[in-house]
């Protein structure tokens, strides 16, 4: 999706539609900022948010992601090529939350690892060593839940009995047993336990 494209195009129709910047983020319940780096291309409206925008400014979902009104003739065509466009950016935007997620676990687990080093060669008092590896450990327990988050939200997860592919709720993801990135999990299409990789496309 062109981002430049699909700006000029939202402050085409805005004006069409005799708004200034501020009344369209007042009725959006966003700031005049958010509508002036969608309008220069430097971000996309929130998908939570796009269907209202569409309805202020007189289009369709599919009009906002192509930049254009779309004829009758080329909906469908336009649509599908939008949907693989998003579903691409998805997949893009899940890879980069999973290398965050190999990053951080990495150095909040170095960080531990140099805390519990330091305690255990350098000369100190027994409690400050019991400090320095409690200190070791803020950044992984800081860490935790959001790391679980990204591993539920980012991606699916594919059953290995009936081959379903889905997004786990977050306390499944907290009480599975898991080896690397592959979860025991019951599957809510075919309701069996099983060891279900992590996949990062639903088609």
């Known amino acids: 999706m062109d981002q430049e494209k699909i700006g000029k195009f939202i402050a085409e129709r805005r004006k069409l539609q005799t708004l200034t910047q501020m009344q369209l983020a007042e009725r959006l319940g966003v700031s005049d900022r958010a509508v002036s780096k969608w309008e220069r291309g430097k971000c996309m409206p929130d998908v939570s948010i796009m269907q209202e925008l569409c309805r202020e400014l007189g289009i369709s979902v599919n009009d906002l992601l192509c930049g254009e009104v779309v004829s009758v003739e080329n909906y469908n065509e336009k649509m599908e090529k939008n949907l693989m466009e998003m579903a691409e950016q998805k997949e893009r935007a899940d890879k980069m939350l999973l290398l965050l997620e190999i990053f951080v676990g990495v150095l909040c687990t170095v960080i531990l690892v140099a805390a519990s080093l330091v ?30 988050k990204i591993e539920q939200t980012a991606g699916y997860y594919q059953c290995s009995a009936c081959g379903h592919k889905y997004v786990p709720t977050f306390k499944a993801i907290n009480l599975s047993m898991h080896m690397g990135r592959t979860r025991y999990m019951r599957c809510p299409n075919c309701g069996k336990k099983s060891w279900q990789k992590k996949v990062l496309r639903r088609d």
Do not use: D
């Open 119 to 148: 305690a255990s060669y350098v000369q100190m008092e027994e409690w400050q060593r019991v400090l320095v590896v409690v200190v070791g450990m803020i950044p992984l327990l800081i860490a935790f839940p959001f790391l679980l």
